[in-house]
Nanobody, 115 residues
Framework: QVQLVESGGGLVQAGESLRLSCAAS????????MGWYRQAPGKQRELVAA???????NYADSVKSRFTISRGNAKNTLYLQMNSLKPEDTAVYYC?????????WGQGTQVTVSS
């Protein structure tokens, strides 16, 4: 059974940084795509950053130049470096992985940015 586990969330002040990690288990294949999404209270889940094909990346406009998505050396590991955090970045952050028609989600990690 494929599982994605996120870590690294927490409470920080505006302007500070956090690094999220996502590790996959229960799979012998490499995912086609991996990315980070977030969901704030009362809002829909939205894309933050993702590897879409190979090393191609896609970022939400609101996080460009502040967030960086990267892969780990281990297969199917993913990171999100978040700098210059803003209160509006407060949300639950989810790791997502795709393998053809299969879509996997982690349980989420809370990021709270105080002003």
């Amino acid at each position: 059974q494929v599982q994605l586990v996120e870590s690294g969330g927490g409470l920080v002040q505006a302007g500070e940084s956090l690094r999220l990690s996502c590790a996959a288990s229960g799979t012998t294949f490499r995912f086609n795509a991996m990315g980070w999404y977030r969901q704030a209270p009362g809002k829909q889940r939205e894309l933050v950053a993702a590897f879409t094909s190979g090393e191609d990346t896609n970022y939400a406009d609101s996080v460009k130049s502040r967030f960086t998505i990267s892969r780990g050396n281990a297969k199917n590991t993913l990171y999100l470096q978040m700098n210059s955090l803003k209160p509006e970045d407060t949300a639950v952050y989810y790791c997502n992985a795709k393998f053809f028609s299969y879509d996997y989600w982690g349980q989420g990690t809370q990021v709270t940015v105080s002003s």
